[in-house]
C-alpha cells in the first residue's frame, strides 16, 4: 500500500447552482482529493489548516475514510477558510460571491514526521510558496509530485509558480490556464512548452471535454462521460486530480502507461463528484458502483481499428 | 464496392485566417464531403449545381478522384455560390463576409438514373426541403441516409427540416445546434430527444473537443487529434461527414460498432483538412498518411482498464 500525502484546503462552502442553494458545507481541495483517493488501497494523509468553528463531523467524514488528519491543524478561535459562489446557467462558469481565507492566510504546513516518505505528494491549489514548503519538507524526494494551480497565482505570484513548477513531476492545468501560462494559444505548443519548465507530465483538463496527458511526444485523451445532468461542479478538478494520484499511489507504478490509467480513474470519479451537490456523492461512493462506470468509460473510446 | 450519393454545394470560396488569405478557391460541402469519400473503395456522385464561371480545373479536381458529376448542373452564364468568410484569431469561430447564392438558389436536385439504388445517401448542409426531394427521387430505400444541417436551417425553415429529419438515418450536427433543436442543454437529453424525431443515430460534432455518436441509450466518443496548429477550419465537418458516409458506403455494414469506426474515420481525415487552406491537402492527401494517423488516434484513447 502507498503513502499519498495530500496538502490543500479544507473548507467551508456555500453553493448555488440553478438546481438550488446549499447551506454551508464540508468543502475545500484537499477534501475532494482525499475522498477521491480513498477509493483506492492507499494511506493518505491530509497536511491543510482550519478553525475550530469547523463542525467536528466534517473531520470525521474524513476520518471515516482512513485519512490521516494529524497535519491538519485545527486552529483555537480562528474561522475556517470559506468560499461562497454561484454557477451561471450553463454551469461552465461562475462567479465568486465571497472568499474569507480565515486562518488560511497563515497557513504554513508541517508535514508530520510519518509522512516525509510519501510516495506520492499531491500539492491542491494553494499559493506556490506553500506548495514549495512542502516539497522541501520531504526526506525521501517522492516518487512523483503531482501540483495543481490556477491562474490566480499567473496573475500574482507567476515567479514563485515558475519556481515551484521546476520541481515537480506533474503539472494539472485547464487549458485557458495552459494558454496564459505559455502564450500558446495551441495546447500541444502549451504542453510542450510547460514540459520545459520541468514537469514531464501536463495534464490539461477541459471540463465537460474531458482531459489531455502529454508526455514528450506522446498524448492520450481521456473523455468526460458524457452526463444526463451536472448537477454542482464543485470539486471536480480536485476530484480528478484524487483519483489521479491516489492511483498511482496505490499502483506504486509511475510508468506513462498507467498514468494513462490515473487519468481514466480520475475522470471517472470526477462524473461522479458533478451529480450532488458538494461531497454529497463521494462520501457514500461505492467501489461496485465505480467499477460499473469504469466499464461505461472504456466502451465510450474503444473501437477496432480497421485499415484499408 | 458500395455507391455513395452526396447532395451538396459545390463553390467558389474565399477565406481569411491570421495565417493569410487565400484568392478564389474551390470549395462547398459536397467538394469536401467527395473528396473525403474518396479514400474509400466506393462509387461515388455529387448532385449539386454550378455556374459556368467555375473554373474547369476544379472539376476536373473532382472528376480525378473517380466522383461522378453526371448529376451536377453546370449553369450556362449562371454564377456559382460564392462564400467568402473571416476567422476569428482562435479559429473557434468566423465571420461570413459575403454569400451570394447565385445559381444555388434554383438548385433542383436530379438524382442520375445509375445513383437512385446508392447505398449511402450523404445529405450535405442544404434547404430542407432540396435534402426531402433527393430522398423522394430514390428508388430503393438506402441502406443508410445521412444528414447534415445548421442552424441557419432551424430558425428560418424548422418546419421543413423537422419532416425531412423523419425519413433520414443518422443527423450531424454540432452542440449548439443539438442544444437549438432540442431546448436541452445536456447533450445526453438533447441526442434522445433527437432519436424520438426520427434518426437512429445521431452524431453530434463538438470541433476542437471531438464528436459524440448516440444510438438508444449507448454512446460512443471519438476526440479530435490534438494538432499543433490549425490553419483553416472550413470544410473540417463536411470533411468528417464524407469520412463518416464513404467508409460505411465502402465496407456496407450498418452496425453501431461499424459506425464507431465510421466516426474515427472521419475524425482521422478531418485532422489533415484543417492544415491547409480549402482543400489543398485533401487533393494529395496518401493512404499511407491517412492509416499512419489512425494508429495515433487509437493510441490516443486506448487502454487497458485495470480494476481493483
Same mark, same amino acid.
Given at each position: 500500500m502507498g503513502k499519498l500525502l495530500i496538502v490543500g484546503t479544507i473548507a467551508i462552502d456555500e453553493i448555488e447552482t440553478p438546481f438550488g442553494k446549499t447551506g454551508k458545507i464540508l468543502g475545500g481541495a484537499a477534501t475532494f482529493i482525499g475522498l477521491a483517493a480513498s477509493q483506492f488501497d492507499v494511506e493518505t494523509a491530509i497536511v491543510s489548516i482550519v478553525g475550530d468553528d469547523l463542525p467536528e463531523s466534517y473531520l470525521e467524514i474524513l476520518r471515516g475514510k #482512513?485519512? #490521516?488528519?494529524?497535519g491538519t491543524e485545527i486552529v483555537k478561535g480562528g474561522k475556517t477558510f470559506y468560499w461562497k459562489g454561484k454557477y451561471h446557467n450553463d454551469l461552465n462558469s461562475r462567479d465568486t460571491l465571497i472568499t474569507d481565507l480565515n486562518t488560511l492566510a497563515d497557513f504554513d504546513p508541517k508535514v508530520p514526521d510519518h509522512f516525509k516518505d510519501a510516495d506520492v505528494v499531491m500539492l491542491g491549489n494553494l499559493h506556490p510558496s506553500i506548495q514549495l514548503s512542502v516539497i522541501n519538507q520531504m526526506e525521501v524526494r517522492p516518487k512523483l509530485i503531482v501540483l495543481d494551480t490556477m491562474n490566480f497565482w499567473m496573475d500574482n505570484t507567476l515567479d514563485e509558480l515558475k519556481e515551484v513548477i521546476k520541481h515537480i513531476d506533474v503539472i494539472t492545468i485547464n487549458d485557458e490556464e495552459a494558454r496564459q501560462l505559455t502564450e500558446e494559444y495551441s495546447l500541444v505548443k502549451a504542453a510542450a512548452a510547460i514540459q520545459e519548465m520541468g514537469p514531464k507530465y501536463v495534464v490539461i483538463k477541459k471540463g465537460e471535454h474531458g482531459a489531455l496527458l502529454f508526455h514528450d511526444e506522446k498524448v492520450f485523451f481521456a473523455p468526460a462521460l458524457p452526463l444526463e445532468e451536472v448537477f454542482d461542479p464543485t470539486g471536480a478538478g480536485d476530484t480528478f486530480a484524487g483519483g489521479f494520484s491516489g492511483y498511482l499511489a496505490a499502483t506504486d507504478n509511475m510508468s506513462f502507461k498507467n498514468l494513462k490509467n490515473a487519468v481514466i480513474h480520475g475522470s471517472n470519479l470526477a462524473s461522479f463528484c458533478v451529480e450532488r451537490f458538494g461531497t454529497e456523492r463521494m462520501k457514500t461512493l461505492k467501489r461496485e458502483e465505480v467499477n460499473k462506470r469504469l466499464f461505461e468509460f472504456k466502451a465510450l473510446t474503444q473501437f477496432d481499428i480497421e485499415l484499408r
Open positions: #482512513d485519512i #490521516d488528519l494529524t
